[in-house]
């Protein structure tokens, strides 16, 4: 899926990775490798333009958080600019306490009706009482079509044949799932003498039906006219979400993608095949992560990895020997703070959002800033040897530092948890992870 805007993204980014200097030729140079391909996926040439822009405009302007290095952040950039180009987190939501009504629209073939027949049976699945609505009286057979879909999913389906105006099926449809469902989904006509007699039918059903959501159903492989179509529906009826078909063959697709940009509107769903259990959910960030290549966490960790651990040898024998002093303990704060700067630099990438709670960093911080203060009014022998604090020690040590009797024990506490923790299996993770510190 999307061949072409996979290799020319990762093409990109790798050039930029592999290169000596990041100076503003490289960035110039980056902005017009994305621009290229970005619009010979058939993205939109001005959302191109848009998106790559801003790259650019960040990755000058922009300094690197502490311990990023300059070609990670551009990354980090590029990857941000992509996702709210697809509109963010968040896909569908639907709460199953009400009745949330559908109108489904899109051009003749776009696949409506397939898809309408997918989310039908994705939600009962999930446990929504689900219920769908036959109103596209222009194409013969469609009320056959739907209900051949749906017949293996115990979705109920609404239809009336005899009626040819659309906006009253969907309307009468709706009323009668009101309140016996969680869910209706009404598929409308696509095929229509005129595509202004289409917008216009759409306006009536979404006026008449007052649906809590118009999804527009946009075909991935249309290319450029993707961005066109999704606008002229969105100004006959605001689109509140977007489901991309035919993914699965689609080497192109990226003119889909801009649709997203077109209307403002998410992408919820990409259809990926013809089947019923073909369609997938949509998350930006995930997307994004596989079109460079850096789908995992790890490989995302790795491109941030923080350059400026460094990493004393003696003091690793030491604390692994379960021998460690005051400072060493202190140093281990250090790296630990390190590493908290680090995950607020994850923060900001999305899809690790939420993952970090920035307020317990920031308590975390405080306090290794409480211990600095305590260890520096420590005598030698006091750091190398905790053990001979004794508590007319320890009151000195509070007095002198300004830090309270609690938070002396509380340090002392700290220091006897990371000595034991060391001495025991579970310190055989943090015994590995030194290891591997100290090779680099
Ligand atoms: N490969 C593939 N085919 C799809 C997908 N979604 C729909 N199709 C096919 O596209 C064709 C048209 O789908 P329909 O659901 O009938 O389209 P529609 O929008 O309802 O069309 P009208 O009712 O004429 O407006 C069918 O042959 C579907 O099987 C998809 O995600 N992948
Ligand atoms: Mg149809």
Redo the contacts with the bound molecule.
């Keep these: 899926m999307l061949d072409s805007l996979r290799e020319g993204l990762q093409a990109a980014v790798s050039k930029i990775l592999k290169g000596n200097v990041v100076d503003e030729k490289a960035v110039k140079e980056f902005v017009r490798d994305l621009q290229r391909a970005l619009i010979q996926s058939d993205v939109n040439v001005r959302i191109a333009l848009e998106v790559t822009e801003r790259v650019q405009k960040r990755a000058l302007d922009e300094k690197p958080p502490a311990g990023v290095t300059k070609k990670d952040q551009i990354v980090s950039i590029l990857y941000d600019e992509l996702a709210r180009l697809l509109g963010g987190e968040g896909g569908l939501q639907l709460s199953k306490d009400k009745t949330n009504v559908l109108v489904m629209l899109?051009?003749?073939?776009?696949?409506?009706?397939?898809?309408t027949a997918k989310l039908a049976r994705l939600y009962s699945k999930r446990g929504f009482k689900v219920g769908v609505v036959a109103a596209?009286t222009f194409?013969p057979g469609?009320v056959a079509?739907l209900k051949t879909l749906v017949a293996s999913s115990g979705v109920e389906v609404y239809s009336d044949e005899k009626e040819k105006d659309s906006v009253k099926i969907a309307k009468e449809g709706r009323k009668q799932f009101q309140g016996s469902k969680n869910l209706v989904i009404i598929?409308t006509?696509?095929?229509h003498k005129e595509e202004k007699g289409l917008l216009q039918e759409m306006k009536e059903v979404v006026g008449g039906v007052k649906p809590d959501a118009t999804i527009l159903?946009i075909d991935g492989t249309i290319g450029q006219q993707c961005y066109s179509q999704a606008l002229a529906f969105h100004q006959a009826a605001p689109v509140g979400g977007i489901i991309v078909?035919?993914?699965?063959?689609a080497a192109k697709g990226g003119g889909a993608l801009a649709a997203s940009a077109a209307t403002g509107a998410k992408i919820y769903f990409i259809?990926?095949?013809?089947r019923i259990d073909?369609l997938e959910e949509f998350a930006p960030t995930r997307f994004v992560g596989r079109m460079l290549g850096m789908g995992d966490l790890k490989a995302l960790m790795e491109m941030v990895k923080d350059s400026e651990v460094v990493v004393d040898e003696k003091m690793t024998q030491r604390v692994m020997s379960g021998k460690m002093t005051m400072n060493d303990l202190l140093a281990q704060f250090e790296q630990m703070k390190k590493f908290g700067s680090l995950k607020k630099v994850l923060e900001h990438i999305p899809g690790f959002s939420g993952q970090v709670d920035s307020k317990e960093l920031d308590k975390a911080e405080d306090r290794v800033k409480v211990y600095k203060s305590i260890i520096q009014s420590m005598t030698g022998e006091e750091k190398t040897n905790p053990e001979t604090i004794n508590s007319s020690r320890l009151k000195r040590i509070a007095r002198g530092s300004g830090r309270s009797e609690k938070d002396v024990r509380e340090l002392l506490t700290r220091y006897k948890q990371m000595k034991t923790l060391v001495k025991t299996s579970k310190g055989r993770e943090l015994r590995q992870m030194m290891r591997r510190l100290g090779e680099e």
């Design positions: 899109g051009v003749q073939g776009s696949g409506k009706t397939t898809t596209d194409r469609a079509q598929d006509a696509g095929r159903v078909t035919k993914l699965d063959g259809g990926t095949g013809e073909d």
